[in-house]
């Protein structure tokens, strides 16, 4: 009789193991990533409205403040509503996604400590949450622009590209900060301010142009966010949008190897994350 041997991979195992052990448990990442989408909005009084609700409210907020107080112009010929929108919607793609990466492990840390599985399915997973609402607010742009006579540009079909890169960079910042969420839980109350912070530093609410031909636009354009925010808001806006193309040889360098580093990091701290759950 032939005999039958089952091949059982193990945390620790081979590099070649692990990744193939990753697509074996694809099945796993499609009802992570299901969970994940159904417990953000369980238990809410207007569920999936929320993700309407709230980038409007946002935009409705920086339009004041940036547009009213602050008295900052937007590109010429440009809506500042639509500009405003057009930023917040790829940054908070980038901002969701982060967050719950970096809090992946530890929101699944009853699954962590009882079953393997490459835990680089947890973080992946999260990605869902952050990719419904950008769609949400993507559409609710859609539907705005009419209303202030504005017609999309021809170059939204460059839109997955930034998609891809906002992904790049979420995970790569995500993966640090998830393993380091799990050895020291004061990361967990630093993210929302990082991100705070980020959504004014970064052009959300104010065009690229702002900087445009300063000693510091070069330095500037070396955070990564800043090509991926001028880049998606050219696709939307067109060539009335300010982007500076340089600003992506940055944001393609720094992102890749930023995820490199951090896949590696993940890998050789992912067998320790029991011992601190």
């Not at 440009?78 to 492990?105: A, D, E």
């Not at 009419?146 to 590209?161: G, V």
């Amino acid at each position: 009789m032939a005999s039958q041997h089952t091949i059982t991979i193990k945390a620790g195992g081979s590099e070649k193991d692990y990744w193939k052990d990753l697509w074996l448990h694809r099945q796993l990442l499609w009802i992570l990533s299901k969970r994940d989408i159904s417990v953000r909005y369980k238990q809410t009084l207007l569920g999936v409205a929320w993700s309407v609700l709230r980038p409007f409210m946002t935009m409705t907020v920086m339009v004041f403040v940036f547009s009213y107080v602050a008295k900052i112009d937007s590109d010429p010929g440009i809506p500042y509503p639509l500009m405003v929108l057009s930023g917040l919607t790829i940054w908070t793609f980038f901002s969701n996604t982060f967050q719950q990466i970096s809090n992946s492990i530890l929101l699944n840390s009853n699954l962590v400590s009882k079953v393997y599985f490459p835990r680089l399915l947890m973080p992946l997973s999260s990605i869902a949450v952050g990719f419904v609402d950008f769609l949400i607010a993507l559409g609710i742009f859609i539907v705005l622009t009419p209303f202030f006579d504005y017609t999309i540009s021809w170059q939204i079909i460059y839109i997955p590209f930034f998609v891809l890169l906002t992904f790049i960079t979420s995970m790569g910042f995500g993966l640090v900060f998830a393993v380091l969420n799990v050895r020291f839980r004061d990361i967990g109350q630093l993210i929302p301010f990082l991100i705070q912070v980020g959504m004014y530093v970064l052009p959300v609410a104010y065009p690229s142009s702002l900087v445009k031909d300063t000693w510091f636009e070069k330095y500037y354009n070396l955070n990564p966010l800043v090509g991926i925010i001028g880049g998606f808001r050219w696709c939307l806006l067109g060539d009335k949008s300010y982007f500076n193309p340089q600003s992506l040889y940055s944001t393609v360098i720094i992102s890749f190897s930023i995820l490199v580093l951090s896949l590696i990091y993940f890998r050789r701290k992912e067998n320790t994350f029991v011992d601190h759950i």
